[in-house]
């Protein structure tokens, strides 16, 4: 099959809407192929403080980017283990520092330009389920089924204050929430591949919605043939 008629279904939204777990219960259903974005953005940040480079340094940021190996070790029910570099990096990943820093070096062109073509590189037979902030209008445009997941504010933290606490971090709903706010209009008014909706992207608030309704309303759409 073509890599550009393999189909892709792009899942894009803020930080804590939930893309993230509905993505990967959707690309389980469809026994597809799963690109979590920002784990890629998190795991160069992660490579990057690694090798001490600061984020003022985009050319070696870029050269970070593209010699960092990252790779998605799938297991059946859970998050896939993220390896970076050889090393085991999941817990680190999913830090809110490395969600910070995720967030700034997705607004730094050089690195985005040299993570295009990893990123493209996870479409492959039977099909890919892709989330992220700029699937469905930079990475995939040409998707045939997009979705714009999104969630209030306040109910974004307090998913995120649960999970954390359900790990035995301890944080402040307030501070969660401000970084979110923040992180929000960093990544909408950012230069390169601004935080939207595609155009032609279905837009979900799953704010009062439980994440098994969401994942229907995605299924619901897509044809019947994927599933097969």
């Not at 985009?58 to 059946?76: G, H």
């Not at 971090?169 to 909706?197: F, M, Q, Y």
Request: glycine share 8%; with cysteine; hydrophobic share 45%.
């Amino acid at each position: 099959m073509p890599h550009n008629s393999v189909p892709v279904v792009t899942i894009d939204g803020p930080a804590g809407a939930g893309k993230g777990t509905v993505s990967r219960l959707v690309a389980q259903s469809l026994g597809w192929a799963y690109l979590d974005s920002g784990a890629l953005y998190r795991a160069v940040g992660i490579a990057a403080a690694w090798e001490g480079i600061g984020l003022d340094e985009p050319e070696q940021l870029a050269a970070c980017a593209v010699r960092t190996d990252i790779k998605f070790v799938t297991q059946t029910t859970e998050e896939p283990k993220i390896i970076v570099n050889g090393k085991e990096a999941t817990d680190d990943i999913r830090s809110e520092l490395a969600g910070s820093m995720a967030s700034a070096l997705a607004a730094q062109p050089e690195v985005r330009a040299a993570l295009v073509l990893l990123q493209r590189s996870f479409r492959v037979p039977p099909g890919l389920v892709a989330d992220g902030r700029d699937m469905g209008t930079v990475i995939f445009p040409d998707a045939p089924y997009k979705f714009f997941l999104t969630a209030s504010p306040m109910e974004r933290a307090q998913r995120r204050y649960k999970q954390l606490m359900e790990k035995g971090v301890s944080v402040k709903l307030g501070d969660l929430l401000h970084e979110i706010v923040a992180r929000d209009e960093r990544d909408a008014n950012r230069a390169v591949a601004p935080l939207k909706p595609a155009d032609d992207a279905i837009i979900i608030d799953s704010t009062s919605m439980p994440i098994a309704s969401v994942i229907d309303q995605i299924l619901c759409v897509l044809p019947s043939h994927y599933r097969s």
